[in-house]
């Protein structure tokens, strides 16, 4: 089991910037690509990025691509998305999830542990 706790939501202004952090425990971290979804209420849970164990390869959704970042401490357990320029159309709950044996996977099915949700809300 691997569990994820999310951290760092809140509410921004269009334009702003956040930083969202995602600690996890129990097996080994560094065993785990990593990502970050979101989902706003009605509609599917979305791909916003990911990254490999070893933190050497990203991908991004084409909608946060120059704007977000996302990045993994495996020493400290944390995988970290800052997203810069934000729109309200990034308002929603953000989900880290850790993935055993999918690396850079935008399907939610491919990851195997999910924490429980921070939210974004990004005023105009």
């Known amino acids: 089991q691997v569990q994820l706790v999310e951290s760092g939501g809140g509410l921004v202004q269009a334009g702003g910037s956040l930083r969202l952090s995602c600690v996890a425990s129990?097996?080994?971290?560094?065993?785990?690509?990593m990502g970050w979804f979101r989902q706003v209420p009605g509609k599917e849970r979305e791909f916003v990025a990911a990254i490999r164990w070893s933190g050497g390869s990203t991908w991004y959704a084409d909608s946060v691509k120059g704007r977000f970042t996302i990045s993994r401490d495996n020493a400290k357990n944390t995988v970290l998305l800052v997203m810069n320029i934000l729109k309200p159309e990034d308002t929603a709950v953000y989900y880290c999830?850790?993935?055993?044996?999918?690396?850079?996977?935008?399907?939610?099915?491919?990851?195997?542990?999910w924490g429980q949700g921070t939210q974004v809300i990004v005023s105009s």
């Open positions: 129990g097996r080994t971290f560094s065993n785990y690509a």
């Open positions: 999830a850790a993935s055993r044996y999918y690396s850079g996977s935008s399907s939610h099915g491919d990851y195997d542990y």
